[in-house]
């Protein structure tokens, strides 16, 4: 079964509206993390937000907020106020704390496409 | 400092040829990564490196041999390639390789193309 799932291969905003990507993931352990990674076609990832298994309130870092729904599981990430220059693959990963050396598991990604 | 960087950022060999890439950061930080990836599709584990020892190897054909020279420092021995090799390879680095925590920071990929 697959550890983290990205059910958007590509979605599609008007500059200026506000954009929700999915993420959904699976771990038994307590302790685990998630990212929101941004790849644009140069080819760097960019870490946007983190969010703890054991942080109380979402993550938000400037127009990047995370949704996050424990009993469900899903991490969703929302960009506030699209601009041209977030048009990138978005990548949604889970770090777990207690598999021996933690590595990320990466989803399948989502391609953002953002119109004037 | 918070950049990891990675030379050379495009590279083009020959099945026959052996060449390297190599990855630099400054952050102080005692586990590095490579990952291959290949177009739309999400990286895909290599190698970790903590305390400039092998920790993982995710079963990476021989041709690719990593090298953790000091801290700092990592490079990816590449001899005897295939075309499907083709890929960008990148190079991330955190403080440590445990806790749900440590953020990996990723350098700006090489796009290495095998003929």
């Known amino acids: 079964a697959q550890k983290i799932t990205q059910t958007q291969p590509g979605m599609f905003v008007q500059e200026k509206e506000a954009v929700t990507l999915d993420c959904t993931y699976d771990t038994s352990d307590p302790s685990y993390g998630l990212f929101w990674y941004k790849q644009p076609s140069s080819g760097e990832m960019i870490f946007l937000i983190y969010q703890g298994s054991y942080d109380q309130q979402n993550a938000t870092e400037g127009r990047y907020s995370l949704n996050f729904q424990k009993a469900r599981k899903s991490a969703n990430l929302v960009i506030s106020a699209s601009q041209l220059g977030d048009s990138a693959m978005y990548f949604c990963a889970m770090r777990e704390a207690f598999s021996g050396y933690s590595t990320l598991t990466f989803g399948k990604g989502t391609m953002l496409l953002v119109s004037p | ?115």
């Not at chain 2, 020959?14 to 952050?27: A, D, I, R, V, Y």
């Not at chain 2, 586990?31 to 400039?52: D, G, I």
Request: charged share 20%.
């Open chain 2, 1 to 115: 400092d918070t950049e990891v960087t990675q030379t050379p950022k495009h590279l083009v060999m020959g099945m026959t040829n052996k060449k390297s890439l190599k990855c630099e950061q400054h952050m102080g930080h005692r586990a590095m990564y490579w990952y291959k990836q290949k177009a739309k599709k999400p990286p895909e584990l290599m190698f970790v490196y903590s305390y400039e020892k092998l920790s993982i190897n995710e079963s990476v054909p021989s041709r690719f041999s990593p090298e953790c020279p000091n801290s700092s420092l990592l490079n990816l021995h590449l001899h005897a390639l295939q075309p499907e090799d083709s890929a960008l390879y990148l190079c991330a680095s955190s403080q440590g390789t445990s806790g749900s925590y440590n953020e990996q920071f990723f350098g700006p990929g090489t796009r290495l193309t095998v003929l």
